[in-house]
C-alpha cells in the first residue's frame, strides 16, 4: 500500500527548545506555521461503532472487570516506601491505608445506577485527587507522573456506577474505555426515558478546544474539550442548541457556536484535519489528563473523535485497534521505509512501547509526526535525564539526534515498534497475521489481502471436527486455539493441538507455491555445531532461526546432547497416513536429536513423555517457533515457525 496521502508542504519554522543547561536543544516545527495539507481523499464514517463504543456502559448490565481486577490498585497503592505526595515526601502508610479503607468493595457491583457526566472529571485509581508519585528525583518521574490518575473524561460521557465509597463521595465506573473512580459530584443519575432520549438524538461534537460554553441566557457554565459530545436539541444560523445534566439531573439548555462544532461525524478532508490538528497542537502534556490537558493517547482519540472514528484510550489499546505492521527485525532506515510506504497521513498511527504517534505525512524525504509527548530521554555525566518537551508538536523521528546526549536508542525512530494503518476496524486478525508475516497487507471483509494484490478467504463459516480442523482448517481455523509459549512443560488436554491446524493455501502463499519454488526460497543456515542446513527465507524464517541458533550456542554444554544429529528441516512430504503437506514441506521445521525426543505414535496410550530441556524451549518460542511438546498429539523433536500464534505484548 503506497501513502496515499501527504503533507505536501509544511510552512515551516524551526525554533529550539531549552529545558536545562545540561539539557538537548531539539529541533522541532513551530505548532502556528503547520501545515497546509492536501491530496487528502474525502471520508465521511458512518459513526455507528463509535457510538455502540461510547455508549457501552448504558448496554451492560454490570461492570465487566472481575472484582480481583477491579481492586487491582488497592494492592499496589498499600505498598510502603514506594509513593511520594505532593510535598515530595513519602505518602504516610496510615494515611493510604485509609483511602484504601474506603474503597468499600464488598459492594462491589451493588449498586448499578446508569449516570453521565455533568462536567469534565478525572477518573482515578483510588477516591481521592491527591498524588501518588514515584520517586522525583529520578529522571520521568514526579511531576506530571501522577500514578492515580487513569483519565480525564469529557462532559457528556455515560457511565455505570458499580458502587460507592463508604462515605458515598466517590463512584467506582465502568466508563466507554476505561474503570476507575470519579468524584459523585460530577455525575447524574439518568433514568430510562433520559438515557433514551440522550443515546437516540443527533449528535454535535466540539471541534474548538477549551470552547466555553454558556446557557442560553449566556451565563458561563464550563469549558469543553474538543472532542466533546452533546446532544442535539434543535439549530439556527449561528448556532447548535443542547442541554447538559445538572448533580440531580436536571437539563440545562445550552447553545453553541455552529462555527465552533459540527454535527457529527465531522466529514474527513483536507479542512477539518487541518482545522482539528491546529486546535490540538501546543497544548501541554498532560498525563493521563491531567490538568485537563491530554497525553499521547488522548491526543489520538481526541483528534478522530470528531470524524467517527474510535480509538481506546491508552496507547497500547490503540496498537490493538486496527490493521498492525511489526517493525520487527527492521533497522531504522528500514522502519521509515515502511511508514512512508504504508502509513497513510493523518489516518496512521505509530507505536512505541508507551507512546503513540499520528502520522503525518512526508517531507522533504522524512516521515513526519503530531504528537503530545513530554521530552527526550538523556543520557549525561552518567545520568539519565529528560530533555523536555512537554506539548503537542509536529517532529520527525529523529527528534533529539541533533544532540550528542541522546543516545540513538532514545530516539523516535528506534523505539517505535509498529504501524497502524487504519484505526477503528476489528483488531485480533491484524494483531496476528498481519503482525507476523510482511506479504500479508491487511484481513478485510473476510479476506485476506497479500502484497501481490491476491486475497484468500479468511473463514469458511462451517463448523468442523477435530479430524476435519486436521484435513481442512480454514485461515481462521488455524488460529482457533491460543498456543501457551513459556508455560511450564506439562501433559496436554485432550486434543490440545495449538499448530497442526495448517491452511496449505496460506502456507503456498508465504513460502512457494510448490515444490519448485519453495527450494527457491530456501537459503543455507549453520547450525549449532557448524553443519548447514536448509530454511526458508521468507517471512523473516531464516532469519529468526538464526536468532534462535545464536542464543542456543550460549547455553552450558550439558545441552548440547540435544542439539545434535539433526533429524531434518526441509523435506517435501505428506504426513504420515495423511494428504496434508508436513511443515518440513515448506522449510519451516526443525527437529532436534530423535533420540532424545519422543513422539505420540511411539506411544498408543498416548500418555505424555518428553525429554526435551524448557530452556531449548524457551529459546525457539521466544522467536515464533511453536513446539510439538505443547500438543496432545506430542512430537518433542518438533519445532515450526508459526509467529501468527504468538502475541508478543509490549
Excluded at 48 to 61: A, C, D, H, Q, V
Excluded at 126 to 133: A, E, M, S, V
Excluded at 542 to 556: A, D, N, T, W
Amino acid at each position: 500500500m503506497k501513502t496515499l496521502h501527504t503533507l505536501t508542504s509544511l510552512l515551516i519554522l524551526f525554533f529550539l527548545f531549552g529545558c536545562s543547561s545540561k539539557a538537548p536543544k531539539l529541533l522541532t516545527y513551530e505548532q502556528n506555521t503547520i501545515l497546509y495539507v492536501n491530496s487528502i481523499k474525502p471520508l465521511h464514517v458512518k459513526s455507528k461503532n463509535f457510538l455502540s463504543r461510547y455508549f457501552m456502559p448504558w448496554s451492560i448490565e454490570k461492570v465487566k472487570l472481575k472484582k480481583e481486577k477491579a481492586l487491582w490498585a488497592n494492592l499496589v497503592f498499600k505498598r510502603t516506601n514506594t509513593y511520594y505526595a505532593e510535598n515530595t515526601q513519602l505518602w504516610n502508610t496510615k494515611v493510604t491505608k485509609r483511602i484504601i479503607e474506603t474503597t468499600n468493595f464488598s459492594k462491589y457491583n451493588s449498586k448499578l445506577h446508569y449516570a453521565i457526566t455533568t462536567t469534565n472529571a478525572q477518573i482515578r485509581n483510588l477516591p481521592t485527587n491527591k498524588p501518588f508519585y514515584k520517586n522525583p528525583s529520578l529522571a520521568g518521574e514526579g511531576f506530571p507522573f501522577d500514578y492515580l490518575q487513569n483519565s480525564r473524561i469529557h462532559v457528556n460521557t455515560p457511565v455505570l456506577i458499580s458502587h460507592y465509597t463508604s462515605d458515598g463521595s466517590w463512584a467506582f465506573v465502568q466508563n466507554p474505555f476505561s474503570s476507575g473512580w470519579i468524584e459523585v459530584k460530577y455525575l447524574a443519575q439518568l433514568d430510562a426515558k433520559q438515557r433514551s432520549e440522550f443515546k437516540n438524538s443527533k449528535k454535535i461534537v466540539i471541534t474548538k478546544d477549551n470552547l466555553p460554553i454558556y446557557t442560553n441566557n449566556q451565563q458561563y457554565l464550563l469549558n469543553v474539550k474538543l472532542g466533546s459530545i452533546f446532544p442535539y436539541v434543535k439549530e439556527d444560523s449561528s448556532f447548535f442548541y443542547s442541554y447538559v445534566y445538572t448533580r440531580f439531573a436536571q437539563k440545562i439548555l445550552v447553545r453553541i457556536p455552529k462555527q465552533t462544532a459540527s454535527l457529527m461525524p465531522l466529514m474527513y478532508n483536507e479542512k477539518n484535519v487541518l482545522h482539528v490538528s491546529k486546535e490540538l497542537l501546543g497544548e501541554k502534556y498532560g498525563w493521563g489528563g491531567y490538568l485537563e490537558n491530554r497525553d499521547c493517547s488522548a491526543f489520538t482519540k481526541d483528534f478522530f473523535t470528531p470524524f467517527g472514528i474510535w480509538l481506546p484510550r491508552n496507547s497500547y489499546g490503540q496498537k490493538k485497534s486496527g490493521e498492525y505492521i511489526s517493525f520487527e527485525g527492521l533497522n531504522n532506515k528500514e522502519k521509515e521505509k515502511m511508514i512512508l510506504q504504508k502509513g497513510i497521513a493523518f489516518l496512521s498511527l505509530i507505536y512505541l512501547h508507551g507512546h503513540i504517534m499520528l502520522y503525518a505525512g512526508e517531507y522533504e524525504g522524512k516521515a513526519m509526526v503530531m504528537h503530545n509527548v513530554w521530552g527526550v530521554r538523556t543520557y549525561q555525566d552518567g545520568k539519565n535525564g529528560r530533555a523536555l518537551i512537554g506539548k503537542a508538536i509536529i517532529s520527525d523521528l529523529y527528534l533529539g539526534a541533533n544532540q550528542k546526549n541522546v543516545k540513538k536508542g532514545a530516539l523516535l525512530i528506534s523505539k517505535a515498534k509498529g504501524l497502524i494503518v487504519k484505526p477503528d476496524v476489528p483488531a485480533f486478525v491484524y494483531n496476528t497475521l498481519t503482525k507476523a508475516y510482511p506479504s500479508i497487507i491487511k484481513v478485510q471483509n473476510n479476506l485476506v489481502y497479500f502484497d501481490d494484490n491476491t486475497t484468500l478467504k479468511y473463514n469458511d463459516y462451517t463448523n468442523k471436527s477435530f479430524k476435519n480442523m486436521l484435513d481442512n482448517p480454514s485461515i481462521k481455523d488455524t488460529l482457533s486455539l491460543k498456543y501457551p509459549a513459556f508455560k511450564n512443560i506439562t501433559s496436554p488436554k485432550v486434543n490440545f493441538d495449538a499448530g497442526r491446524f495448517r491452511n496449505e493455501k496460506l502456507l503456498k502463499k508465504l513460502y512457494g507455491k510448490d515444490k519448485k519454488e519453495i527450494k527457491e526460497n530456501l537459503v543455507k543456515v549453520k547450525w549449532t555445531d557448524g553443519s548447514l542446513i536448509y530454511f526458508n527465507k521468507r517471512q523473516n524464517a531464516s532469519q529468526q532461526l538464526l536468532k534462535v541458533i545464536v542464543e542456543l550456542k550460549q547455553l552450558p554444554k550439558k545441552y548440547n546432547k540435544y542439539l545434535q544429529n539433526i533429524a531434518g528441516t526441509f523435506n517435501y512430504r505428506y504426513i504420515a497416513d495423511t494428504k496434508r503437506l508436513s511443515a518440513h514441506s515448506f522449510g519451516i521445521s526443525i527437529d532436534i536429536n530423535v533420540k532424545n525426543s519422543n513422539y505420540w505414535k511411539w506411544n498408543k496410550d498416548l500418555i505424555f513423555k518428553n525429554k526435551i530441556p524448557k530452556e531449548i524451549v524457551d529459546i525457539f518460542e521466544k522467536h515464533g517457533f511453536i513446539w510439538g511438546g505443547r500438543w496432545y498429539h506430542y512430537d518433542t523433536m518438533h519445532f515450526e515457525y508459526r509467529p501468527e500464534l504468538f502475541d508478543f505484548s509490549d
